[in-house]
Nanobody, 123 residues
Framework: VQLQAFGGGLVQAGGSLRLSCVAS????????MGWFRQAPGKEREFVAA????????SYGDSVKDRFTISINNAKNTVYLEMNSLKAEDTAVYYC?????????????????WGQGTQVTVSS
């Protein structure tokens, strides 16, 4: 499985961005797709995850009610819609995939990672 994330950029506080993660290869082996982020000097933080079926989603506390994760199975693409962005959302955002039964909040559960896309929110 190969993952490619894109859609990052510079946005003002209060603005919105949509990230995309396109999966290719053995996509039938994926069960969960997750988004994580990492700011300079900080640990990688769970943002959101979605089952490949689209039936269940999970969110980190810091983004709940502002971010929405969704999936388009026909395009093998997972989206992260980010609204009401804050300066503290500034980070490199990574998408990743995990197998069945994975604790979706833990980056250690994910075995394939995309290259990351920078999101910068100016205050």
């Amino acid at each position: 499985v190969q993952l490619q994330a894109f859609g990052g950029g510079l946005v003002q506080a209060g603005g919105s961005l949509r990230l995309s993660c396109v999966a290719s290869g053995r996509t039938f082996s994926m069960y969960f797709m997750g988004w994580f982020r990492q700011a300079p000097g900080k640990e990688r933080e769970f943002v959101a995850a979605i089952a490949w079926s689209g039936r269940s989603t999970s969110y980190g506390d810091s983004v709940k009610d502002r971010f929405t994760i969704s999936i388009n199975n026909a395009k093998n693409t997972v989206y992260l819609e980010m609204n009401s962005l804050k300066a503290e959302d500034t980070a490199v955002y990574y998408c990743a995939t995990a197998g069945p039964g994975a604790p979706v909040y833990s980056p250690n559960a994910y075995d394939k990672w995309g290259q990351g896309t920078q999101v910068t929110v100016s205050s």
